[in-house]
């Protein structure tokens, strides 16, 4: 499969979308998901989303490293899942850049307060399935296209 054609369609699918499912695994070793509202998908594949330090989301990233994405597009009749290292970020200018009325709802003490932080994933492999745009890897229907990043440049697999 055209490498550059999966990657083009799989940003076009995740700027559509408002919302995603995050999935993280908890100490027990089951999967929490939750649906957030991740900033815009950055050039490297990198997404940051503006979270609070109390919640069990932080915890499981800050113990396991990792987070899975999926964003499913229902108009499209597709998903992009995206898969990879996480951590917390303390930033305080990106807060500031990013900061609007809208979230002091929130987050009361605005972009200074020290519980707000960014939950950052770093993408290492995206999957990507489509009815509509005809990504359909055999077996036909069944399995969605993977990305495995490759330094600064991605590989299709058949896994």
Same mark, same amino acid.
């Given at each position: 499969?055209?490498?550059?054609?999966?990657?083009?369609?799989?940003?076009?699918?995740?700027?559509?979308?408002?919302?995603?499912?995050?999935?993280?695994?908890?100490?027990?070793?089951?999967?929490?998901?939750?649906?957030?509202?991740?900033?815009?998908?950055?050039?490297?594949?990198?997404?940051?989303?503006?979270?609070?330090?109390?919640?069990?989301?932080?915890?499981?990233?800050?113990?396991?490293?990792?987070?899975?994405?999926?964003?499913?597009?229902?108009?499209?009749?597709? *998903?992009?899942?995206?898969?990879?290292?996480? $951590?917390?970020?303390?930033?305080?200018?990106?807060?500031?850049?990013?900061?609007?009325?809208?979230?002091?709802?929130?987050?009361? $003490?605005?972009?200074?307060?020290?519980?707000?932080?960014?939950?950052?994933?770093?993408?290492?492999?995206?999957?990507?399935?489509?009815?509509?745009?005809?990504?359909?890897?055999?077996?036909?229907? *069944?399995?969605?296209?993977?990305?495995?990043?490759?330094?600064?440049?991605?590989?299709?697999?058949?896994?």
């Amino acid at each position: 499969m055209d490498e550059e054609r999966l990657l083009q369609l799989a940003r076009k699918l995740i700027d559509d979308l408002t919302f995603c499912v995050a999935a993280t695994q908890g100490e027990d070793g089951n999967i929490s998901a939750r649906v957030i509202q991740p900033m815009r998908l950055q050039r490297d594949w990198t997404v940051n989303t503006n979270t609070n330090r109390r919640c069990r989301k932080v915890r499981e990233i800050e113990r396991t490293g990792r987070m899975t994405l999926l964003y499913e597009h229902d108009q499209d009749k597709s *998903y992009v899942c995206l898969v990879g290292k996480a $951590e917390i970020v303390e930033d305080l200018e990106l807060k500031r850049s990013v900061w609007t009325p809208g979230h002091y709802r929130w987050n009361p $003490e605005g972009p200074e307060d020290t519980n707000t932080v960014f939950m950052r994933l770093h993408t290492e492999r995206i999957e990507i399935w489509s009815a509509v745009h005809e990504v359909l890897p055999p077996p036909e229907g *069944y399995s969605a296209a993977v990305l495995l990043r490759d330094g600064d440049s991605w590989q299709f697999s058949a896994t």
